[in-house]
């Protein structure tokens, strides 16, 4: 591995198949995000989103209430669940997952014309959503947002004040279960600092970063 990362353009492919040749450009390419409930993932995303605005961010369609503050069409499209199941049964969703109670899916087509517009798309979704999309893409790259450490993320958690008791211990449980298929992502990216995670992450999602690629970003925080 050494000297690779430094001696092409950082567009340059890897192992991986239809990855472009050395001195290709890369097409654009769909990253997906996921992490644990409560490691940051919209503050991480959010600040990619103001660092680069070409990216396309979809938007997912949810059964789940708005929390206060959340917008209709710009956090979430809130629908109800006949709604959903209308959109799943006419295939407008690129994937979709139930995640504590609620339904969480992404709609197909924004992605699929951002793409053929040329520009990268992000999702941030959950495991289960992640691993349809590597069924159905295995172009994409999965990054998981790692905590620094599990206390760290039950801290945030807990300290977030926008769920119930139960609705928190729901969310842990599935954040151990996130956390345990790590290996299956790309990328694994610790969010310590949510600037230099959102960095890491523009990297990723404009096809740099390919040289460290599949790599561990663990072992650096701790
Ligand atoms: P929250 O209710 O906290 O906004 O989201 C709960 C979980 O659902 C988070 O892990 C979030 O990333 C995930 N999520 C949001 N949108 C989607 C989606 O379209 N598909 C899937 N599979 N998960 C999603």
């Avoid at 492919?13 to 990253?31: F, I, N, Q, V």
């Avoid at 995000?33 to 409560?38: A, D, K, L």
């Avoid at 990054?143 to 450490?149: A, E, I, T």
Wanted: a negative charge; aromatic letters at 4%.
């Amino acid at each position: 591995m050494s000297g690779v990362g430094q001696d092409y353009p950082v567009t340059r492919g890897t192992d991986r198949d239809g990855e472009p040749a050395a001195g290709e450009l890369s097409r654009p390419r769909l990253t997906v995000v996921s992490g644990p409930s409560g490691v940051g993932k919209s503050s991480v995303v959010g600040q990619l989103r103001r660092l680069e605005p070409n990216v396309y961010f979809s938007v997912s369609v949810t059964t789940r209430a708005p929390r206060p503050g959340e917008v209709d069409g710009s956090h979430y499209h809130f629908v109800d669940p006949a709604e959903f199941d209308r959109m799943v049964a006419e295939n407008r969703l690129l994937e979709w997952a139930e995640f504590a109670g609620n339904r969480y899916g992404t709609p197909r087509e924004p992605v699929e014309r951002a793409l053929a517009d040329g520009r990268p798309a992000v999702l941030e979704i959950e495991l289960q959503g992640a691993r349809q999309v590597r069924a159905a893409m295995p172009d994409a790259r999965l990054v998981m947002l790692m905590p620094p450490s599990w206390d760290e993320l039950v801290g945030r958690l807990t300290g977030r004040g926008t769920e119930s008791e139960t609705a928190v211990a729901a969310r842990l449980a599935q954040a151990e279960q996130e956390l345990a298929a790590a290996g299956e992502f790309d990328v694994r990216l610790v969010n310590a600092d949510v600037e230099v995670a959102a960095r890491r992450l523009l990297d990723l999602v404009t096809g740099g970063g390919i040289s460290a690629d599949r790599c561990d970003d663990t072992e650096q925080h701790e």
